[in-house]
Nanobody, 123 residues
Framework: QVQLVESGGGLVQAGGSLRLSCAAS????????MAWFRQAPGQERQFVAA????????YYANSVKGRFTISRDNAKNTLYLQMNSLKPEDTAEYYC????????????????WGQGTRVTVSS
């Protein structure tokens, strides 16, 4: 089992930045492929970014490429999402996910999920 707890969400103006964190426990973090997803009200959960369990390979949705950066600190069992140049359309609940294969943007690829952290971008 893996427990995931997201933090770092909040309210920010368009053009601003936020850094989300996801603390993992319960299983060796450095063996897990990790990802971020988001879900806006009334919409399906969508893929944002993924990072492989070893090395530095990353994979992004086109909508965030060049603005968001996914990273991990295996010593701290923590996943990050640095979000820059935020837009109102980035407003959503952001979830971290663990497990599964890489690269894979499907929600059912990931067996473990956090509870989410809300990001609101005002115009």
């Amino acid at each position: 089992q893996v427990q995931l707890v997201e933090s770092g969400g909040g309210l920010v103006q368009a053009g601003g930045s936020l850094r989300l964190s996801c603390a993992a426990s319960g299983r060796t973090f450095n063996t897990l492929n990790m990802a971020w997803f988001r879900q806006a009200p009334g919409q399906e959960r969508q893929f944002v970014a993924a990072i492989r369990w070893f090395g530095s390979s990353t994979y992004y949705a086109n909508s965030v490429k060049g603005r968001f950066t996914i990273s991990r600190d295996n010593a701290k069992n923590t996943l990050y999402l640095q979000m820059n140049s935020l837009k109102p359309e980035d407003t959503a609940e952001y979830y971290c996910a663990a497990g599964g294969t890489y690269p894979n943007s499907a929600t059912d690829n990931y067996p473990y999920w956090g509870q989410g952290t809300r990001v609101t971008v005002s115009s």
